[in-house]
């Protein structure tokens, strides 16, 4: 089944020309694009003088037959097979430290209360 043709595509600028914008871009196509690029609107390298050194169709073959030759790379050396290694063993945990109450000094008058704390005689 044929494609269907789409019509150009004209556009009217806000002074009220109309403007075919494919046909502008067969017309231009040659000529050199803007920008520090050596390419024309189509896609072609230029060399000295504007002339054309590789068409767009060499390019674009050049392009995907470098890409191919990145997905064909085949890994010549394949790693050993994971071997599951016995855990380490848990260290040992260190014993808590016990804190030792200090005991009042004899000269003065602590007493200690029912959650163990020492409390001085003196306050009131």
Known sequence: MPMKQTGRKTYKTM?????DMD????????IPAVGNIKVNARGDEL???GKIVRSREQVLKDYYDAQKSIQDEVVLKEEPEFKEQPAPAPEPKPAP???AKAAPKKDENWVEDADGNFVAT???
């Open 97 to 99: 430290k016990t804190v």
């Open 15 to 19: 002074q009220g020309k109309m403007v």
């Open 47 to 49: 060399g000295k003088g």
């Open 122 to 124: 003196d306050e009131k």
């Open 23 to 30: 046909l502008l871009r067969q017309r231009n196509e040659l």
